[in-house]
């Protein structure tokens, strides 16, 4: 068995996802990569949320450097290229997402990003297969399924869970905000992750740090326990309905 298929196996007794949850780790030198067995690189050029996709789809383990990735939002927001002037000026929302210059500057400087030059590479594999251990676990899923890593997360914390996005540039919620706040993060796909990456009209993501997923797991086992699962477990009554649909047949009979 892998290092990871146990944990594979609990996330999934507790969520019963469709697709494979997702290990990911940042290194700081590329040439960390040839270590890692089962490493697939990509053909082409791709973007970064793609190999998050072939991962939980397809189940392989995909490395990807600043060279391989086609995306400009990731290779800022993870470090892989520094922020420059015309970024910062908010041009890659302006007239897409903001209307003013103004406005798209305002959500550029809310885009979390990893220090320029920190990692040099990351790899992502289906977690039931990696040999590495995980910076983080991506999970993409329902919002019911999102909602019991929550309740999870939150059975010994007590709380909320609070999230933030402008809904473009997912890698940047999900990776780099994970690494920096070393949180959970709850995230939307964005356009790129839809478009090139598969995500479906009813995902969300959960990003969820090694170190923490046993603590969710542990928290998803006791809410199970208190009678908060999934799949949501529906009450099955009487149907109303057809009490009176029969009600006025038998009187129609009669009459």
């Not at 998050?52 to 392989?60: E, T």
């Not at 809310?110 to 990696?130: D, F």
């Not at 997923?213 to 009450?235: C, F, Q």
């Amino acid at each position: 068995m892998c290092n990871y298929e146990k944990l594979d196996n609990q996330l999934n007794k507790y969520l019963r996802l469709a697709t494979f949850p997702v290990g990911v780790k940042l290194l700081e030198n590329s040439k960390d990569l040839e270590q890692i067995k089962f490493l697939k690189k990509p053909e082409h050029k791709i973007a970064l949320c793609q190999i998050f996709s072939y991962a939980r789809y397809y189940g392989w383990t995909m490395g990807c450097v600043k060279g391989d990735n086609l995306c400009p939002l990731a290779e800022i927001s993870i470090g892989f290229e520094e922020s420059y002037r015309l970024f910062e000026e908010g041009a890659f929302f302006i007239g897409r997402y903001n209307e003013t210059k103004e406005a798209a500057k305002k959500t550029t400087a809310t885009m979390p990003k990893i220090p320029y030059g920190q990692y040099s590479a990351i790899v992502s594999g289906a977690l039931r297969r990696i040999d590495f251990e995980p910076d983080l676990i991506l999970i993409w899923g329902n919002s019911a399924q999102i909602m019991r890593i929550i309740q999870g997360y939150l059975w010994k914390r007590g709380g909320r869970v609070s999230m933030s996005t402008f809904c473009d540039g997912v890698c940047a919620d999900i990776i780099s905000n994970a690494i920096l706040t070393k949180d959970l993060q709850i995230a939307f796909p964005c356009l790129g992750d839809r478009r090139f990456g598969m995500a479906t009209d009813t995902d969300l993501i959960a990003s969820i740090p090694f170190e923490i997923v046993n603590e969710i797991i542990d928290g998803m086992e006791k809410t199970h326990k208190a009678g908060t699962r999934y799949p949501i477990p529906y009450k099955i009554s009487t149907p109303d309905f057809f009490i009176k649909l029969k009600k006025q047949l038998d009187k129609a009979k009669r009459d």
